[in-house]
């Protein structure tokens, strides 16, 4: 019987001890971090991704020659 082969009460009894072991207090609290911690990573990569399109567009836009460049042919 592998990991894989756990099944509805076998899950249920791993909840059952987890519950008794630490308490629902417990519980709730840690899972409340695990949320905030989920929203940080989320909106850390959402933030990256902004910041790198960007960078992106600034590249975009300096292709086109400035009035000075224009002064120089």
């Known amino acids: 019987m592998g990991i ?3 099944g509805l009460p076998g899950l249920l009894l791993i909840a059952i001890v ?3 072991l630490f308490g629902r ?3 709730s609290s840690l899972m409340g971090e695990v949320g905030k911690g989920i929203t940080a990573f989320k909106k850390g990569v959402s933030e ?3 910041e790198i399109e960007n960078e992106a567009s600034d590249v975009a836009r ?3 020659p400035s009035a000075t460049d224009k002064d120089k042919a």
């Open 4 to 6: 894989g082969n756990i």
């Open 18 to 20: 987890v519950l008794v």
């Open 25 to 27: 207090g417990k519980i």
């Open 48 to 50: 990256s991704k902004d």
């Open 62 to 64: 300096d292709v086109t």
